[in-house]
């Protein structure tokens, strides 16, 4: 078979552009690919953000303009290029109206109100840029809304151009659709026959996720469960018939972490090393992660959260229970930055319990390191999570997880069972706070016995889920999108 020739679009990818876990899958996913011998590639939009850093991240332009329709006018695409971490080609679509700006999607006061725009002009002018550049693409590897237009494309308005090219579209939080007014039809090229309830037409607007769906060779989420979960009324955010429709076509698949940056064996930022078979450093690790955050002394179990501060993410059961969780004797460090009263809410907490909670609002590399290494337990309380990284990295650092059983925390972690010395932490179902407080509960009761607790650490240090394992599983639904018989759409 001859080489598969891919190119993934993304509206962010690591090392260039990141606001959350987005940036971390397609940026690992491109030099994963490469690994595996696959011609892949990657392009985004040349944000300001990446723009000053052009010399440090060794960004180039090409010389190359193109012109993309948008609705009655055409805007202009001018071409740079840099190399992944690995070295897969990166390109970056330069549009200073749309992209020269300080976020990349919005602003604490809410997104940018041409948001429609921006990715219409994205998705469109990625095939532009294509057909400039003179590349040949076999696969086009769209994630999210941002990029959900590109099979829509493949298969109307580009259709001869790109006969033989397939789509994948990756679903990462099915929350987040590209829902704008109906008029932004207009702007798609795609004209009014498209505005109807079997292709971008949603309730009166457009929803480009959903036009993804519909046209997509094949759809993957970012675990089997959640997979499941978005195809139910529950968790399919209003779009669960149309994946129902799409059913045969979606696939599960983890996300994987990088064990060269999370791995406490060589983890460059904690005072002190261990490994799965001598954990005693990390108890280095916990004494002086109190001392800087001036926690109190004592063998108290130490409880940490990195999170996106999001009702998604749980905070309210947190915030909540607090009180509970500092009476039970554990002690909680917190990171993140989010939704501001959620902030403003967890601060507040932080003074009233100094000395046994502390609230660091932002988000901060080297402290995060220093959770997972610290920490006895993290905490998920997730109302959803479609993957979740903070769990499986935990795991690597030896901090149980306590989690709620939902998406890719239910298929990573598996339950303590203490007759036969099995598992990796601990689960609940319920949304609640006392459901979450009795999974506590549960996993300090094992704290307590450090021959079960040393048996968990273990078996959670045990598990590992590369990107090279990932990798290969796209790779196999790349061929199979090839080699599906390519139909219009629903």
């Avoid at 929350?175 to 090229?189: E, K, P, R, V, W």
């Avoid at 108890?283 to 409880?303: F, N, Q, S, T």
């Avoid at 932490?425 to 706070?433: A, H, I, K, R, T």
């Amino acid at each position: 078979m001859k080489e598969i020739r891919v190119l993934i679009t993304t509206s962010e990818a690591i090392p260039f552009a990141k606001t959350g876990g987005l940036a971390d899958v397609t940026g690992i996913l491109v030099d994963e690919m490469k690994r595996l011998r696959v011609d892949s590639r990657i392009i985004l939009p040349f944000y300001r953000g990446i723009k000053k850093r052009t010399d440090e991240l060794g960004i180039r332009y090409l010389g190359i303009e193109f012109m993309v329709p948008l609705g009655d006018t055409r805007e202009r695409g001018r071409l740079w290029k840099g190399k992944t971490t690995r070295g897969a080609d990166a390109y970056f679509i330069e549009n200073d109206r749309f992209y020269d700006r300080d976020e990349l999607y919005g602003t604490k006061d809410g997104d940018y109100h041409d948001n429609s725009s921006r990715f219409i002009f994205f998705s469109r002018g990625v095939l532009e840029a294509i057909k400039a550049l003179g590349l040949k693409v076999d696969l086009i590897h769209s994630h999210d809304w941002h990029t959900a237009l590109i099979p829509v494309y493949l298969k109307t308005i580009y259709r001869d151009e790109f006969r033989g090219t397939a789509s994948m579209l990756t679903i990462h939080n099915i929350g987040y659709q590209g829902i704008f007014h109906g008029h932004d039809i207009s702007l798609t090229g795609l004209g009014q026959e498209m505005f109807r309830i079997n292709a971008l037409e949603y309730y009166g607007r457009i929803n480009l996720l959903k036009g993804g769906i519909l046209f997509a060779d094949i759809i993957t989420t970012v675990s089997k469960s959640y997979a499941g979960e978005i195809m139910t009324p529950a968790g399919g955010a209003g779009l669960d018939g149309v994946l129902r429709e799409r059913s045969h076509d979606i696939y599960g698949i983890l996300n994987g972490i990088d064990y060269t940056e999370w791995n406490p064996r060589r983890d460059r930022f904690i005072p002190a090393r261990y490994n799965r078979k001598d954990t005693s450093k990390k108890g280095v690790c916990k004494e002086a992660l109190k001392r800087e955050y001036r926690l109190m002394e004592g063998d108290r179990p130490l409880i940490g959260m990195v999170s996106r501060l999001a009702s998604q993410k749980g905070i309210e059961l947190v915030t909540s229970s607090m009180d509970s969780i500092i009476r039970s004797g554990a002690q909680m460090i917190i990171l993140g930055k989010g939704e501001e009263s959620l902030e403003r809410g967890l601060l507040r907490l932080g003074n009233r319990h100094g000395g046994n909670l502390c609230v660091n609002i932002g988000f901060d590399n080297l402290l995060a390191h220093k959770i997972y290494a610290g920490s006895d337990i993290l905490l998920m309380p997730s109302r959803y999570e479609p993957c979740g990284l903070g769990q499986l990295i935990a795991m690597s650092y030896g901090t149980i997880p306590v989690v709620r059983r939902t998406g890719g925390l239910a298929d990573t972690v598996t339950e303590y069972d203490p007759d036969t010395g099995m598992g990796t932490g601990f689960l609940f179902d319920e949304y609640s706070p006392d459901a979450m407080l009795n999974s506590l509960k549960q996993a300090l009761e094992f704290y307590n016995n450090k021959g079960h607790w040393q048996r968990i650490m273990y078996n959670a240090m045990s598990k590992r889920y590369t990107w090279r394992e990932s990798a290969r599983r796209y790779l196999t639904l790349y061929k199979k999108a090839l080699y599906k018989p390519h139909s219009m759409g629903s």
